[in-house]
């Protein structure tokens, strides 16, 4: 196997740590959750499977480091992308839009998915670490319901309403059947218009799509 230099240990460690997490991604989307294994990893990233379990005892420990590493990259772009100073139907527009990149990027088993793969103790490890996008979305739902532009709808219910359209194009997107910008358009402006915010004022954040202009 090749070696990993680094200039300290703690750099050694990162440095194979995330080669481990590129390996996990690659082989995810080559093959499949369920189909890899502890052996795939190691081989794929280059060290061997004992220094694998130095790092993650077993596969569910792995993936939920990964799921985990994915969410909170997740979160720091939203944060870091965002521009201030917008309304928070342009906030959630953003939202749905890197929801919808995240999926194309990493075309990958949902976080109830990857739950029912691994059991039911790392579901609700996994459910801990997905639900800060969750809460991410559920404070642009209250400042836009504190600020007048949302009807006042109970926020974390309608976040997970939200996240589930979402989902519901992972499918269509990782098999190239849906369009992205398509269905940012269409998750966008059903959830506005369902928490009261006008037409016009839709139209300006996100226009409506080809077809249903063309319907008039």
Known sequence: MPKITAPTIAAHRAR???????AVD????????????????????GITRTALYNYFPDKPALLLAFTEQINNAFV????????????????LAAFVRLQLEG?????????????????PDAY??????VAPMQR??????????????????????????TLSMVGSQRIPLVRGEADPDLAHALITRFTLR???VPTETVDTVVPKPAAERGQG
């Open 194 to 196: 369902g928490l009261g």
């Open 26 to 45: 690659a082989l995810i989307q080559a093959q499949g959750i369920d189909r890899i294994s502890m052996t795939d990893v190691a081989n794929t990233a």
């Open 76 to 91: 720091e772009r939203y944060r870091r992308e965002l521009p201030s100073g917008v309304s928070c139907a342009r906030r």
């Open 136 to 161: 991410l979305l559920a404070e642009i739902l209250e400042q836009g319901t504190a600020s007048g532009e949302f009807d006042p709808l109970p926020a974390h219910a309608t976040a997970g309403l």
């Open 16 to 22: 194979t740590r995330e080669r481990i997490m590129e």
């Open 103 to 119: 999926i194309v990027k990493h075309p990958h088993p949902p976080a109830a998915e990857l739950g029912a793969s691994l059991g």
């Open 124 to 129: 609700q490890r996994l459910a801990d670490h």
